[in-house]
């Protein structure tokens, strides 16, 4: 279904029900997938919904980024992502093990592991990961990420073979940073859901990001 897990990560939408009326949930994720969103990250963090509802949700995500032939990762829900029917699963350092994870997952599934440091990219390289997700510049919305160095994280790009996706603190303006590190995509939340356009603002992005990659993939 999809070119490659490097094409798909050239920008992720992060979901957040905090920042928009919730029926505009499903209407702002259409908006940034229209408008080239590679990936979307379906988070859940309010602890506003119960599982029933987090699940009736993800039904209609995971129908309309299929729709738009992009793919679905779950944070941290390994029981959401597979009773949807999602294509992955991300996962914290103080979330279930990768290995635990991948035990239970069907075949097929994009598996993407959060990392700050040298030891924790390694073991993940290790476990199987698909992608990593590194912190990139300081934010509010995404404490369970560390700041990682441009230096560290430079060391990290050179020494795995895993493609890394930067998230926290991501506008267009310094989209194009993270990339010149070695990171093949950005995952964004607030700069897409609170922009006053979404859809320019997903556009923006993305052409900072693709302009940034030149010909990599």
């Known amino acids: 279904m999809y070119k490659s897990i490097n094409a798909a990560m050239s920008l992720c939408l992060v979901t ?70 999602a294509d992955g699963l991300h996962i914290g350092q103080n979330d279930l093990p990768l290995p635990v994870a991948k035990q239970i997952w069907p075949e097929g599934g994009i598996f993407g592991v959060s990392v700050a440091d040298l030891r924790e990219m390694r073991l993940a390289q290790e476990q199987g990961a698909d992608y990593l997700g590194v912190g990139a510049f300081p934010t509010t919305t995404k404490k369970d990420y560390s700041n990682v160095e441009a230096k560290l994280l430079s060391s990290m790009v050179k020494e795995s073979s895993l493609p890394m996706m930067a998230i926290g603190g991501i506008q267009a303006e310094n989209a194009s940073i993270p990339i010149g590190w070695g990171c093949v995509g950005v995952a964004v939340i607030s700069a897409i859901w609170k922009a006053p356009d979404p859809a320019v603002a997903t556009r923006h992005i993305l052409e900072t990001v693709r302009k940034a990659k030149g010909d990599r993939v």
């Open 16 to 85: 957040d029900a905090g920042f928009r009326p919730a029926d505009e949930f499903l209407s702002t994720v259409e908006t940034a997938l229209k408008n080239g969103a590679t990936m979307v990250q379906y988070r859940e963090k309010s602890g506003r919904y119960c599982d029933k509802e987090i699940y009736d949700r993800g039904i209609e995500l995971v129908t309309l980024c299929h729709r738009f032939g992009v793919p679905l990762v779950v944070d941290d829900r390994l029981d959401i992502a597979m009773a949807i029917g």
